[in-house]
Nanobody
Framework: QVQLVESGGGLVQAGGSLRLSCVAS????????MGWYRQAPGKRRELVAVISRGGTRNAADSVRGRFTISTDNFKNAVFLQMNSLKPEDTAVYYCNFLDSSASYWGQGTQVTVSS
C-alpha cells in the first residue's frame, strides 16, 4: 500500500502560478511511474504529466511548456509547477503512484483559475 498526500491547490487568477506537491508513504524508487492527472466537472480524468523511475517525462499537449514535473527522491515527493495558468486548467488534480502491483491515487486537490 502507498498513501499519497497532496497539497498546493487553490484559487489563482489567469496567468498566475501554483505548485502542487505529493508526498508518498513509500520510497519513490519503487515506482514505475508517478505523476499528476486531473478531472474537471463533467469530464473524464486525464493525464497532466508523469515521470518514470528513469526520469522520462510525459505531458499533455495542453500543458506542455507551462507545467513542469519534478521529483525529490529523498522526500519521496513529486511536484507539479504550473505557470501561465488558464481557466481551462480548473480541475481536481490527483497524484498517482504506479508500481509493479497496483496504481495508487491521492485524495485530490482543487485548482481553480479565474478569468
Amino acid at each position: 500500500q502507498v498513501q499519497l498526500v497532496e497539497s498546493g491547490g487553490g484559487l489563482v487568477q489567469a496567468g498566475g502560478s501554483l505548485r502542487l506537491s505529493c508526498v508518498a508513504s513509500r520510497t519513490i524508487f519503487s515506482m514505475i511511474e508517478m505523476g499528476w492527472y486531473r478531472q474537471a466537472p463533467g469530464k473524464r480524468r486525464e493525464l497532466v504529466a508523469v515521470i518514470s523511475r528513469g526520469g522520462t517525462r510525459n505531458a499533455a499537449d495542453s500543458v506542455r511548456g507551462r507545467f513542469t514535473i519534478s521529483t525529490d527522491n529523498f522526500k519521496n515527493a513529486v511536484f507539479l509547477q504550473m505557470n501561465s495558468l488558464k481557466p481551462e486548467d480548473t480541475a481536481v488534480y490527483y497524484c498517482n503512484f504506479l508500481d509493479s502491483s497496483a496504481s495508487y491515487w491521492g485524495q485530490g486537490t482543487q485548482v481553480t483559475v479565474s478569468s
